[in-house]
């Protein structure tokens, strides 16, 4: 819905050893970290967190971190959704 299209979902506030892996056995050029845009900035944290990990294994200037507008990737399509509906 986002034009993502190859995503990778964390389900929490950090990579696990196997989706790290997963990465790690992929031929990627970019890497865009998109985690939770929340008020508590948990989800900010765990994006520079994720980014210093990737750091180790994965070149500087393929990792991006780009956080939604609103707290969720999806508030923003249903947002996108809502103002493209006629009255």
């Known amino acids: 819905?986002?034009?993502?299209l190859n995503h990778l979902v964390v389900g929490g506030l950090d990579?696990?050893?196997k989706q790290l892996s997963f990465l790690l056995s992929q031929e990627l050029d970019?890497?865009?970290i998109g985690t939770n845009n929340d008020?508590?900035?948990a989800g900010l944290h765990a994006a520079i967190k994720i980014f210093i990990?990737?750091?180790n294994y994965f070149d500087i200037t393929k990792l991006r971190?780009?956080?939604p507008r609103r707290n969720e990737y999806c508030q923003e399509q249903n947002r996108k959704?809502?103002?493209?509906?006629f009255p």
């Open 53 to 55: 990990k990737l750091l």
């Open 15 to 17: 990579l696990s050893s």
């Open 65 to 67: 971190i780009n956080l």
């Open 81 to 85: 959704k809502e103002k493209n509906k």
């Open 30 to 32: 970019q890497i865009i």
């Open 39 to 41: 008020k508590s900035k």
């Open 1 to 4: 819905e986002n034009n993502f």
